[in-house]
C-alpha cells in the first residue's frame, strides 16, 4: 500500500474497531494527520479518560501509554510500537530512589511525568513540564528530590530559589545536546528572532532564550504572535507548525541533534499492523503498581497541577 492508502485503511480500521488514536507533537506529520489527538503526554492521557472508546492506540513512547493506562485502567492501551522507549524515563533505577526515601525521609520527591510507572510509584507528586514550577512551589517540603531530569529540575531551582532541589544523573539526550553557544549562533543567523526553548535543556541554554516552556507553552507562543522564531526543542513541533505556518520565519535549532529517534519510531505501516493484531504492544501493569502511580498523579492534580 501507498502512503494514502496506508492512510485510508488505518481511518476504516479504527473507525470499524472503536480505536481512539493519541499522537504526541513530536510524531511525524503523517502520523497527526490520522490521529484523533494531538498534543503532549499529559494532555493526551487526561483526554482519553473522557472518550467513549475502550481502546486507545498510543503513537508515541512507553510512558506516554502507560500514562494513558494508569488514567484509565479500564481501557485497552496499546503502544503502536513495541520498542519505542524513551531513553530518560528509563534511565534511573528505582532502587536508587527508594535508597534516596530510607536516607532523606524529610525529603519530598517529585517525579517528572515523563518516567516509568516503577519511578511515578515511588514518587509522593508527578509534575509536567508546564507545571514543574508551580506544583513543586506548593509542595510543602523545603528539600526536594527532583527525578529523573537533571535540567527541568535545575529549571525549577532557578525559578524558585526558597527551594533545594536534589537532582541525580538523568536527562533527556535529545535536548541535552543544546548547548549556549548554539543558541547565540542561532540569533546571529537570525538577528531579531526571539528564542523558545523547552526546559530539558541545559539551563545554560534555557537562560539565554526569550521563552522557556513545553511542547504546549512553545506552540501556543507561536501560535499567539507573529514574531520570527527559533524553535529550540524536539523538530516534530517545527515540522507541524511550517505545515500551518508556511510564509512564517520559523526556524529549527539543529535539527539532526533535536530529533528523537525513538518517537519517530512510529510509522503507518506500524499503526495498522497495531490495528490489525499483527503488531504494537498491550500495556498491562500491576495493579499494586498501577495504583501507587496513579496516587503522584492525582496528588499533581491537588496542587492544581495542569
Ligand atoms: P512535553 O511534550 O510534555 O513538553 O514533553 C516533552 C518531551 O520530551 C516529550 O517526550
Ligand atoms: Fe524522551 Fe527526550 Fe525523546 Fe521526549 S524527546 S521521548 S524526553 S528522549
Request: glycine fraction near 6%; hydrophobic fraction near 40%.
Amino acid at each position: 500500500m501507498d502512503t494514502q492508502q496506508l492512510k485510508q485503511a488505518i481511518m476504516e480500521e479504527k473507525k470499524r474497531k472503536g480505536v481512539l488514536i493519541l499522537a504526541h507533537t513530536y510524531q511525524d506529520p503523517d502520523i497527526l494527520e490520522i490521529a484523533d489527538i494531538v498534543g503532549d503526554s499529559y494532555a493526551l492521557s487526561k483526554a482519553a479518560q473522557n472518550v467513549p472508546q475502550n481502546k486507545v492506540l498510543m503513537c508515541g513512547v512507553r510512558f506516554m501509554a502507560e500514562t494513558v493506562k494508569i488514567l484509565s485502567p479500564e481501557k485497552e492501551v496499546l503502544l503502536s510500537h513495541a520498542d519505542a522507549g524513551c531513553p530518560m524515563a528509563e534511565q534511573l533505577d528505582p532502587a536508587e530512589v527508594r535508597r534516596y526515601r530510607e536516607t532523606h525521609p524529610d525529603h519530598a520527591v517529585c517525579a517528572y511525568v515523563n518516567t516509568t510507572a516503577q519511578l511515578k510509584a515511588l514518587a509522593d507528586v508527578c509534575v509536567t513540564s508546564s507545571s514543574a514550577v508551580e506544583i513543586v512551589a506548593r509542595v510543602p517540603q523545603e528539600d526536594i528530590l527532583f527525578i529523573p531530569d537533571k535540567n527541568l529540575g535545575a529549571y525549577v531551582q532557578a525559578m524558585l530559589p526558597q527551594k533545594r532541589i536534589h537532582l541525580m544523573d538523568g536527562c533527556c539526550p535529545v535536548h541535552n545536546a543544546i548547548t549556549p553557544q548554539m543558541i547565540e549562533q542561532a540569533r546571529r543567523a537570525h538577528p531579531g528572532a526571539k528564542v523558545a526553548i523547552h526546559p530539558e535543556c541545559p539551563y545554560e541554554a534555557v537562560r539565554l532564550a526569550d521563552v522557556a516552556g513545553s511542547t504546549k507553552e512553545i506552540l501556543d507562543f507561536i501560535h499567539g504572535s507573529g514574531d520570527a522564531v527559533i524553535i529550540a526543542t524536539e523538530r516534530g513541533v517545527y515540522d507541524a507548525l511550517v505545515r500551518q505556518y508556511p510564509n512564517r520565519a520559523l526556524y529549527q535549532l539543529e535539527p539532526e541533534l533535536l530529533t528523537c529517534h525513538d518517537m519517530k519510531k512510529t510509522t503507518l505501516q506500524g499503526v495498522y499492523d497495531a490495528l490489525t493484531g499483527k503488531g504494537g504492544q498491550t500495556i498491562e501493569l500491576d495493579g499494586q503498581l498501577l495504583s501507587a502511580a496513579r496516587g503522584s498523579i492525582e496528588n499533581m492534580l491537588r496542587y492544581g497541577g495542569r
